[in-house]
């Protein structure tokens, strides 16, 4: 059965701290003072000497060995890390490429840049004409120069072939031009 008992916060004042101080003997009572400045009691050790030559002796007498599963998660780990140095070496060599590549493609645009000012600037018309009337002599036709072309008659076709041939020597032409069509 608990008790219980009414306390009373704050009855009275408290003027500082009221936590020990050990450097001013003159608080305690000499008793008092000598029990709070005892150190602690250390346990005493028992020697095992007996114990401890035999967990030595144990020891030694048990041998090291690597698990299989370790070797094989070692090996694995040893290739993974070869194949990533040597993807990223190609990785490497691919960049370097790939640069090299981007610099030849800004020249060949810069040329064909150049090179198509160049064809422009050779076929100009203005040039074209004077050329030909100049050099070649050519003059602008006159009206009674140009002449039509009647056209208004119906198309026709007339297969030409020898009627004499036989189905073997149409199947071998036929074969022979598809033959010369996978050439």
Known sequence: ????EKVEYG???VYGSLAYDFNNPELYSEEEYGRLHQPEPKPEEKTKTRAKTKARAAAAQTKQGVAPFALIGGLMVAFLCVTAITAQVGLVSLSG???ALQA??????KDQ??????YESAFNLAEIEEYATETLGMQKPIADQVMYIDTSAPDRAVVVGDEGESF???TADFLSEIGTYFH
Do not use: N, P, Y
């Not at 030849?104 to 645009?109: A, V």
């Open 1 to 4: 059965m608990a008790t219980t």
């Open 11 to 13: 009855r009275g004042a």
């Open 97 to 99: 490429e790939s640069v």
């Open 104 to 109: 030849r493609l800004e020249e060949l645009e």
């Open 113 to 118: 840049a150049r090179l198509k000012i160049a």
């Open 168 to 170: 073997v020597d149409r």
